[in-house]
């Protein structure tokens, strides 16, 4: 058995026992770090011990072994977490994106056997028990069919699926008993939005159907690729798709800068488009889910299991944002955040001078690529904002969260942005936004 290889916990009791570990864990770090932090003399805060990188380790080795929606939700703070969190803890927490654990060979026998009957490798030429890849949800193994066809086979773990509800309300209580969330900040409907996502990943007849949905939306965008579902053996928790090869995305970073800006141009369009054009987008920003062709130069898309509908509001709510954002218009894109409840009344009364000091910087920043290129990779005015926007985290009676929905789309909006940071794309941003406004 690899050091990767574990079972999926899937019975109630022993995936409870697992948020046992954690919180045990890390309330034994807790105390560890504190006393060694007031031997030295220290008074240390309660959130400064458990956001240390030893109870970073411990969260992501535990939420790796039980996959699923608990795995998911931490691979969702790595990604929002952003500029925000110190680069250690950043760089941990990201550890979920790509060292999920994989189920051992016993398992999935038995997951390939309940999905397709005992005879099942009569279809295959050939199938490699090792995963090409371990997500959250499930992982991917290379195929031959026996007609010749190539194929990626995506395995959903098991009781994954049955224990999504469950997960996400233990890893709603262990954030609710570590302090890190005001008291009065009501989580209830980002958790049944998180379910009913996270249901709907978990159904592979639903992906394959957006997967053939995006194919239809691109089919004349020769910059991309996707896969196409292999209906004869698709089941419920059995995706098999197309296998295309490619390299990962992040590759472009070592490419002429011609190459790596036609390509992160062509995913800037995407974005833009699945926003105000396609009327659905895929809001899982997670950068394996795209990979690179050198030899075409085209981007491989996959993974379409978050792919979730745009409604008209929603589209004319990002184009007013946009539209007062081109125009510099600082109060209007206070009004537009308030409106659209990515920031609430509370923040804007009470900060209004840091909150329209934020607003200012990022649009200076955007303008003064007016006529040029935008450099992604110049994050200098970060470290000021940040500055500015201290005293609203501070205040964390005033927090709110943003409508779910809204939650999802800007997930992935602001983890493409973080991916053309990564690859320090140069593009005509305000080119490109201008026609969307």
Known sequence: ????????????????????????????????????????????????????????????????????????????????????????????????????????????????AAAWGADWRRQFERFDMTPIAAASIGQVHRARHVSGRDLAVKVQYPGVAVSINADINNVATLLRMSGLLPSGLNIAPLL???????????????????????????????????????????????????????????????????????????????????????????????????????????????????ARPVGPETADAYRQLLRAGLASDVPAVREALIGMGFMSKAQATRHRAAVD??????????????????????????????????PLIADRASWALPPPDKIFLQRKISGMVLLLTRLQAQLPLLDKLAPYA
Do not use: C
Request: overall charge negative; aromatic content about 6%; cysteine-free.
């Open 1 to 112: 058995m690899s050091d990767r290889s574990r079972p999926v916990p899937q019975g109630r009791l022993s995936r409870l026992a697992a948020f046992g570990q954690i919180a045990g864990g890390v309330a034994t770090g807790v105390l560890g770090e504190g006393l060694r932090r007031m031997a030295q003399g220290e008074r240390p805060h309660l959130s400064d011990l458990l956001l240390t990188p030893s109870n970073a380790r411990k969260v992501t080795d535990q939420l790796s072994r039980l996959r699923g929606a608990a795995m998911k939700l931490g691979q969702m703070l790595s990604l929002d977490a952003g500029d925000m969190l110190p680069e250690e803890l950043t760089a941990i927490l990201a550890q979920l994106r790509n060292s999920a654990h994989i189920m051992p060979p016993h398992q999935l026998e038995r997951s390939l």
């Open 192 to 306: 049944t939005e998180a379910k009913r996502q996270l249901h709907e990943e978990a159904d592979y007849l639903r992906e394959a159907d957006q997967m053939r949905r995006y194919g239809e939306h691109l089919a004349t965008d020769s910059r991309f690729v996707l896969p196409q579902p292999f209906d004869e053996l698709l089941r419920p928790t059995v995706l098999p798709m197309d296998f295309l090869p490619g390299v990962p995305i992040e590759s472009l970073s070592n490419v002429s800068r011609e190459k790596r800006n036609a390509a992160t141009e062509a995913l800037l369009d995407l974005v833009l488009s699945e926003l105000f054009d396609f009327g659905l987008m895929q809001t899982d920003p997670n950068f394996a889910n795209y990979r690179w062709q050198p030899d075409s130069g085209r981007i491989v898309l996959l993974d379409f299991g978050a």
């Open 357 to 390: 000091a934020m607003i200012g910087i990022g649009l200076a920043h955007i303008h003064a690529s007016r006529g040029g290129v935008f450099d992604f990779g110049d994050r200098q005015f970060i470290a000021e904002i940040r500055l500015k926007a201290a």
